[in-house]
């Protein structure tokens, strides 16, 4: 049974999309690698790490600091992807990952609202 960080929709999600954003630069032409491919890759992997690193702090406004980076992250990583479409990097069918963006910044700007009220209680 999952416990703690893996309860996170918000979490899951982004773990979700940096997989799938790792599949669709697979077929990103091969002059793109230390740019769009490099750049995707490290902003999407950016965002679950900055959820976790969120998680495991003790004061909500450190909690706050690393979602607010996530976010940041997230919103880097749906810029670049809608780019990519537009370049004619990525299928059509997979323009669905933009949707999904939004769906995980929309989540994490609750989490953040959730945070600010003090609804979470710090770790002992």
């Known amino acids: 049974m999952a416990t703690g960080l893996e309860n996170l929709w918000v979490y899951k999600l982004a773990e979700d999309l940096e997989i799938l954003v ?20 490290r902003s999407s992997a950016s965002v679950a790490n900055n959820i976790a690193e969120s998680y495991h702090k003790s004061s909500a406004k450190e909690k706050i600091r690393f979602i607010d980076i996530a976010m940041g992250e997230a919103e880097e990583t749906k810029r670049n992807l809608i780019r990519s479409f537009r370049k004619g990097f990525v299928k059509e ?7 999904e963006y939004t769906k995980l910044l929309n989540g994490l700007g609750a989490y953040r609202k959730f945070l600010l009220l003090g609804k979470i209680k710090p770790k002992p």
């Open 22 to 41: 790792y599949e669709i630069t697979k077929g990103f032409p091969r002059d793109e690698f230390y740019r769009s491919i490099d750049q995707l890759k």
């Open 93 to 99: 069918d997979s323009k669905q990952i933009v949707d």
